[in-house]
């Protein structure tokens, strides 16, 4: 994710597995899910990016991998 213009305080990305995917590890971000959605939001030390700043997070998934559509939101 990047911040715009102005500096974010958090931010969260969603999507949902179509093919029976789960994960089984992630860093940089804390994870929820309910059924095939999921949701992963900033890390305490790493949701805090300064204007036009980007930060990462990543995850290991088990099952049949797909192409899930990312949305994300920033506060």
Avoid: D, H, K, Q
């Avoid at 995917?21 to 805090?48: F, H, K, M, Q």
Wanted: aromatic share 10%.
């Amino acid at each position: 994710m990047t911040a715009g213009s102005t500096a974010i305080t958090g931010w969260a990305v969603t999507w949902s597995f179509t093919n029976g995917e789960r994960i089984n590890s992630i860093w940089g971000a804390t994870t929820t899910s309910n059924g095939t959605s999921v949701s992963a939001r900033n890390a305490a030390y790493n949701g805090l990016l300064a204007a036009g700043a980007s930060g990462t997070f990543g995850f290991v998934a088990s099952g049949t991998a797909g192409t899930p559509v990312l949305s994300c939101t920033a506060s």
